[in-house]
């Protein structure tokens, strides 16, 4: 298989270790079988609650929202999303979401250690899922993997119920998947790595959450409601169960719509999940560790519920108390409780939701100031998500940018908006065989990382350490353990936009008297990423390894390279290769070509 790259056509020689990050270039061959078409399922995996929505990619291509999850509470009977909680029996995973027992033992916030390179994974409670998983010799990739096959095993069975038993035969399937935009990229690709172990079959892409949720902002809202004109600017906030993340988008037509990302992303550990932790805490002071310690398994749980449904969704800020089942606890009239219940004052609750929404004001914040700062004007933020839908959250926004022309709009359906949006952005990269062909609404995005490969540079006394230096086979003086970056945080990427580099290696023994009775040079190609504003020069702890391809040449065609006689009068060859990196919404596909 060949493509087509500045002006040469090239053959693809590399695969990565990491698959979410490169290209397979494999010929075979295979049976062609018709379909009917293809459907988009969009899969938002979250935190506390996740939620699927599928399409037939033929006709209106519209988005059908599962809301029947099975044995919802009576209070949210046509739930939009379900709980990401999942039980065992046997070692075996058993029930998933609302159908879990309050008093089975379940595993809930693993998705919590899925990026172990941030700072939550070190919180107590990820401490505590992460010792509950070791108990059972699992790990968060595995459960979240027993939970996603649970959740597609019931996706696939409400397709059945609309689409007849030979649905997965007569259509194409493409699965997206949502992820948290601050992931790191390693995280990103474990995704894939889960899904695929999920059973999923068919293509697999992931989206970053805030973009999916902008996807599905943009297109349902009427044009009177959007009132968008080219120039203007908005700032996507989509508030999670574990996660807050922010993207800024430029508008650059209407019709079609289309879009550039206008300042770097940005985002933090700020989800209503930390609300749950922060309650809890709350009560294991009022009544002390060791009275707490002792409370049964699911008396915390039934608390926890309580304040999940009853506080958390419903708080708007008004003066009013609310009321959570402490069972097994003393009264103690000090902190309002009696009669195994305590009452929440509302200035508690208050407290409990200013420490983390005072966060995400802050992040609103430096993303308008982001923005301003390029002499550009933020119209209107999009409060999208679960916690989206709060409404103190929506009042406390709406009174910090009340003097500063910026709308803050708290869109229908906020709950849903990301796996809506997973689905329409999965139509959105497939191409119908009698469509016109319109560019994607995202046009352009903003690196949030920089993206590079380390390599040997001409040895210059004032710049690199006499550690790094070598002399090469050519008699070159290089410097060893250099960066080369091909993207830097904050540059703008073009929609399929491909990114190069030409690099030469240098052989020895193919076609000499000294060859190696092998027939085939093996190579190995490395990508770097950094998370700094300003990648550093030189390979240090800032730099972390992304992917690694490894290829292998025949000598039939490195034998075509130019002989070369270096130092000691060593024979060599020095072929040229193309690196080519295609940065999309939340993966990075690295590949290696050679002529």
Known sequence: MAETALGKTREPVGRSDAPSFALSFISYSKSVVMTSGEIVVGIDFGTTFSGVSWAVNAGTRTVRLINDWPDPISAIANAEKVPS??????????????????????????????????????????????????????????????????????????????????????????????????????????????AKAAGIPGSIMLVSEPEAAAM???????????NLQPGDCFVVCDAGGGTVDLISYKILTVDPLRVEECAVGDGELCGSVFLDMAFEKHIKTVVGDEQYAKLKDRAKKKMIKEFETGVKCSYTGEEKEYFVDLSGVEDNPEYHINDETITLKSNMVRTIFDHIIGKILILVDNQIDEVRAKDLTVKAILL???????????????????????????????????????????LD?????????????????????????????????????????????????????????????GDKIEENQII????????????????????????????????????????????????????????????????????????????????????????????????
């Not at 070692?91 to 941030?118: C, N």
């Not at 406390?396 to 803050?408: C, E, I, M, P, S």
């Not at 092998?518 to 300003?534: H, K, P, R």
């Not at 730099?543 to 025949?554: D, H, M, N, P, R």
Request: hydrophobic fraction near 35%; charge should be positive.
């Open 85 to 194: 909680v999942i039980s065992y029996a046997n070692g075996r995973p058993d029930q998933f979401g609302y159908s879990v027992p309050i008093a089975k033992e379940s595993v809930k916030w693993f998705k919590l250690l899925l990026d172990p390179t941030h700072s939550y994974a070190s919180t107590e409670e990820a401490i505590a899922v992460q010792s509950r998983l070791e108990k059972s010799y699992q790990t968060a990739e595995d459960v979240a993997a027993d939970y996603l096959r649970l959740i597609w095993e019931y996706t696939k069975a409400d397709i059945c119920r609309l689409k007849g038993e030979n649905w997965e035969s007569a259509y194409n399937i493409k699965v997206v998947l949502t992820v948290p935009a601050i992931w790191a990229p390693a995280a990103k690709d474990r995704t894939e790595r889960f």
């Open 216 to 226: 599905a902002v943009l297109k349902d809202k009427d044009e009177e409601e959007k």
């Open 384 to 426: 999208v998500g679960g916690f989206g839908a709060n409404k103190y959250l929506y009042t406390r926004l709406t009174d910090a940018h009340q003097n500063d022309g910026v709308k803050v709009l708290q869109v229908n359906g906020a709950r849903s908006s990301i796996c809506r949006g997973a689905t329409l952005w999965g």
């Open 429 to 489: 990269s497939s191409r119908r065989p009698n469509d016109i062909i319109m560019p994607r609404m995202v046009s352009a995005r903003l690196a949030r990382y920089s993206y590079g490969i380390c390599w040997d540079r001409t040895f210059d006394s004032t710049r690199h350490r006499l550690e790094d230096r070598v002399v090469r086979l050519d008699g070159a003086v290089r410097a060893r353990n250099q960066m080369e970056w091909l993207i830097k945080k």
């Open 500 to 595: 190069s580099l030409n690099i030469c290696n240098i052989i020895q023994g193919v076609g000499f008297k000294s060859a190696m009775m092998s027939s085939v040079s093996d190579f190995a190609q490395q990508l770097y990423y950094c998370a700094a504003d300003v990648p550093p020069p030189r390979n240090g702890i800032n730099v972390k390894q992304l992917c690694a391809v490894s290829y292998g040449i025949e000598h039939s065609k490195l034998r075509k390279e130019t002989k070369r006689t270096g130092i000691e009068k060593v024979k060599f060859r020095k072929p040229t290769f193309e690196l080519q990196i295609l940065p999309g919404s939340a993966t990075i596909k690295f590949t290696v070509l050679y002529k």
